[in-house]
């Protein structure tokens, strides 16, 4: 075996000594490693790793498509004539790529011509995937005919991504380096994504809502692995269904750092929204009690039962418990199939009660602040080549019900002027509602959407009398938020007034923006500097649990880089066993500075 890469070797090395150490890593591509050389000295390798991409966007656009250019077609000719580099060659046979079925190399083929007469370079994957074990022919296949619907733009910048991820993969190799961490929660998340509701098992598809069968052997599963894997010396199931767990610090009386997040889901889900943040905190923990370590503070972990409104529309009821503001009209909320949330919460052996639910309230007092750990669900730290963010604040928001009554008609006898088309109006209101957002966008954050949209008895030749919808607002303030509220509510008045319609709004949820407590947001950039990387400030469109902790004791949040553009609320979902280590560094970069202020 040979002997791995030091930074000892890169630092001292030449500039073409240095080139020729990371020959490789980008394909054919040289000039890459050379300008990263200027940039010693390199003292981890997430900071060598994002070197190397800095070069790459700082090219320009001709040198970019040089390296695009210079990789080879997947299956393609240069597999067939056996021409690939060694690292190329590894990793298309890694992915079975040398095996594929007639069928599968001419749908292969196919695509390959398809997009190569698109977009006039071809298509990069780093088929080692996001674990680095080699993606399936068929995921291959997949994503190949996705990306070939997108616009040119878009995919010069995701297949620099990819040749990124190549790059690190590569790097990892030279290194000797292994992602365990990174790869300990990707193998978590797997597993755990394995359990769906019932009615979407048919459909392949991750569902997994508030005590439903699956939501229970979800909680189950954690709760063994904080048990049985972890080294917790507590953990429990409370009266909600959040699964906690408790280790000590030197001193068991000594406060807590509280920690955790969702383990519920939307449907049709991503492995990691929400399950990220629980299984970082997990693995830190583990390497504490694999250690034998204790901090001067406890570690309280809480896989929040539920954030995501699915079931039942109460938000945030998980974390509503722990800040003590748990509604109790909520527990006779019913959900589809007239099963109220009590009956649910008994069948699922909780208590279904009040007052065991108000038991669960924490005391400020007995905790130094709450932190989570979290997927972006956005393209921002994707687009940035930055696996890490630092969240500056949580978004406040409103969310609506609404109604809109006109009259219904027939389609073909009533004239343009004289109709009162309810749906027509939800169709203004929605333009409106993207126009008002764009013009604060920069400014404020502030966002606007209606996601569902209704005409209920609907029919092809009749003039809607009804539509209702959804409406949903965002900024970074509320100020800014309830600015945005109050032009739309306007705006939906004049709309109806205009058009001689009736309507109402349901204000469904209220929840004030939570900016980070500053210091912190300070030890997640100091976590985040230790490891080499760059520090990217960000507020996050997307409601947390933290938002509601918040309300209580001091909190800020890290924000972990998203693939495949950094879709969220969909199977394409991903985060990289690469990206997944850096955040489990950082945690527990985190609780080691935090014992040191501790014990100061």
């Given at each position: 075996?040979?002997?791995?890469?030091?930074?000892?070797?890169?630092?001292?090395?030449?500039?073409?000594?240095?080139?020729?150490?990371?020959?490789?890593?980008?394909?054919?591509?040289?000039?890459?490693?050379?300008?990263?050389?200027?940039?010693?000295?390199?003292?981890?390798?997430?900071?060598?790793?994002?070197?190397?991409?800095?070069?790459?966007?700082?090219?320009?656009?001709?040198?970019?498509?040089?390296?695009?250019?210079?990789?080879?077609?997947?299956?393609?000719?240069?597999?067939?004539?056996?021409?690939?580099?060694?690292?190329?060659?590894?990793?298309?046979?890694?992915?079975?790529?040398?095996?594929?079925?007639?069928?599968?190399?001419?749908?292969?083929?196919?695509?390959?011509?398809?997009?190569?007469?698109?977009?006039?370079?071809?298509?990069?994957?780093?088929?080692?995937?996001?674990?680095?074990?080699?993606?399936?022919?068929?995921?291959?296949?997949?994503?190949?005919?996705?990306?070939?619907?997108?616009?040119?733009?878009?995919?010069?910048?995701?297949?620099?991504?990819?040749?990124?991820?190549?790059?690190?993969?590569?790097?990892?190799?030279?290194?000797?380096?292994?992602?365990?961490?990174?790869?300990?929660?990707?193998?978590?998340?797997?597993?755990?994504?394995?359990?769906?509701?019932?009615?979407?098992?048919?459909?392949?598809?991750?569902?997994?809502?508030?005590?439903?069968?699956?939501?229970?052997?979800?909680?189950?599963?954690?709760?063994?692995?904080?048990?049985?894997?972890?080294?917790?010396?507590?953990?429990?199931?409370?009266?909600?269904?959040?699964?906690?767990?408790?280790?000590?610090?030197?001193?068991?009386?000594?406060?807590?750092?509280?920690?955790?997040?969702?383990?519920?889901?939307?449907?049709?889900?991503?492995?990691?929204?929400?399950?990220?943040?629980?299984?970082?905190?997990?693995?830190?923990?583990?390497?504490?009690?694999?250690?034998?370590?204790?901090?001067?503070?406890?570690?309280?972990?809480?896989?929040?039962?539920?954030?995501?409104?699915?079931?039942?529309?109460?938000?945030?009821?998980?974390?509503?418990?722990?800040?003590?503001?748990?509604?109790?009209?909520?527990?006779?909320?019913?959900?589809?199939?007239?099963?109220?949330?009590?009956?649910?919460?008994?069948?699922?052996?909780?208590?279904?009660?009040?007052?065991?639910?108000?038991?669960?309230?924490?005391?400020?007092?007995?905790?130094?602040?709450?932190?989570?750990?979290?997927?972006?669900?956005?393209?921002?730290?994707?687009?940035?080549?930055?696996?890490?963010?630092?969240?500056?604040?949580?978004?406040?928001?409103?969310?609506?019900?609404?109604?809109?009554?006109?009259?219904?008609?027939?389609?073909?006898?009533?004239?343009?002027?004289?109709?009162?088309?309810?749906?027509?109006?939800?169709?203004?209101?929605?333009?409106?509602?993207?126009?008002?957002?764009?013009?604060?966008?920069?400014?404020?954050?502030?966002?606007?959407?209606?996601?569902?949209?209704?005409?209920?008895?609907?029919?092809?030749?009749?003039?809607?009398?009804?539509?209702?919808?959804?409406?949903?607002?965002?900024?970074?303030?509320?100020?800014?938020?309830?600015?945005?509220?109050?032009?739309?509510?306007?705006?939906?008045?004049?709309?109806?007034?205009?058009?001689?319609?009736?309507h109402s709004l349901e204000l469904t949820m209220s929840a004030s923006a939570a900016p980070s407590d500053a210091a912190w947001q300070a030890r997640w950039e100091q976590a985040v500097s230790g490891l080499g990387l760059p520090l990217h400030r960000m507020p996050s469109g997307a409601g947390h649990d933290a938002m509601k902790l918040h309300e209580r004791m001091p909190q800020a949040m890290l924000f972990v880089r998203?693939?495949?553009?950094?879709?969220?609320?969909?199977?394409?979902?991903?985060?990289?066993?690469?990206?997944?280590?850096?955040?489990?560094?950082?945690?527990?970069?985190?609780?080691?500075?935090?014992?040191?202020?501790?014990?100061?």
């Open positions: 075996m040979s002997q791995c890469l030091s930074f000892e070797d890169l630092n001292g090395a030449s500039e073409a000594g240095f080139a020729a150490l990371l020959e490789g890593v980008y394909e054919h591509s040289p000039w890459v490693a050379q300008g990263a050389a200027l940039a010693r000295p390199f003292r981890s390798l997430a900071q060598l790793k994002q070197a190397l991409a800095d070069v790459v966007s700082q090219a320009g656009r001709e040198a970019q498509l040089l390296l695009i250019r210079a990789h080879p077609e997947l299956a393609g000719k240069a597999m067939a004539q056996q021409t690939l580099t060694a690292e190329s060659s590894s990793e298309q046979e890694r992915a079975g790529l040398g095996h594929c079925t007639p069928e599968e190399l001419a749908r292969i083929q196919s695509l390959n011509q398809a997009y190569n007469e698109k977009f006039g370079w071809p298509f990069i994957l780093a088929v080692r995937g996001p674990r680095g074990i080699g993606l399936r022919r068929r995921d291959i296949i997949d994503t190949l005919a996705r990306r070939l619907q997108a616009q040119p733009e878009q995919e010069l910048a995701e297949c620099l991504r990819q040749i990124h991820r190549i790059a690190e993969l590569r790097l990892n190799d030279k290194f000797g380096v292994e992602p365990t961490l990174g790869q300990q929660v990707w193998d978590w998340a797997e597993e755990l994504a394995a359990h769906t509701d019932a009615e979407f098992r048919p459909l392949g598809q991750l569902t997994v809502t508030y005590l439903s069968e699956a939501h229970q052997t979800v909680m189950r599963r954690l709760q063994w692995w904080m048990a049985q894997e972890c080294g917790f010396d507590e953990v429990n199931i409370d009266a909600v269904g959040n699964v906690v767990g408790v280790y000590h610090g030197s001193s068991p009386k000594a406060k807590r750092l509280l920690t955790g997040s969702h383990y519920d889901t939307v449907r049709n889900a991503g492995r990691y929204d929400g399950r990220l943040g629980i299984f970082t905190a997990m693995a830190a923990v583990r390497e504490l009690h694999r250690a034998g370590r204790r901090l001067p503070f406890g570690i309280e972990l809480v896989a929040f039962a539920e954030e995501e409104g699915q079931r039942y529309p109460a938000t945030f009821l998980a974390a509503s418990a722990l800040t003590g503001q748990f509604d109790p009209a909520w527990l006779e909320q019913t959900d589809d199939q007239g099963i109220s949330m009590r009956s649910a919460m008994q069948a699922a052996g909780l208590p279904g009660t009040l007052e065991a639910i108000q038991a669960l309230r924490r005391e400020p007092g007995q905790y130094l602040g709450f932190v989570e750990v979290h997927i972006e669900q956005g393209p921002v730290l994707n687009e940035l080549n930055l696996p890490l963010g630092i969240v500056s604040s949580i978004n406040g928001s409103l969310r609506y019900c609404g109604v809109i009554q006109g009259q219904a008609a027939h389609a073909g006898t009533t004239p343009m002027n004289r109709r009162r088309d309810a749906a027509a109006a939800v169709a203004e209101l929605i333009l409106y509602v993207e126009q008002r957002a764009s013009a604060t966008a920069a400014s404020a954050g502030t966002v606007g959407t209606v996601g569902m949209l209704q005409v209920p008895a609907g029919s092809i030749n009749v003039v809607p009398g009804r539509c209702q919808f959804s409406l949903d607002l965002r900024a970074t303030s509320n100020a800014a938020r309830d600015a945005l509220d109050a032009d739309v509510r306007q705006a939906l008045a004049d709309i109806c007034l205009r058009r001689g319609l009736q998203g693939g495949n553009e950094g879709i969220s609320h969909n199977p394409l979902e991903t985060v990289s066993s690469d990206d997944a280590q850096l955040a489990v560094q950082a945690l527990q970069s985190l609780l080691e500075h935090m014992s040191k202020e501790t014990a100061a």
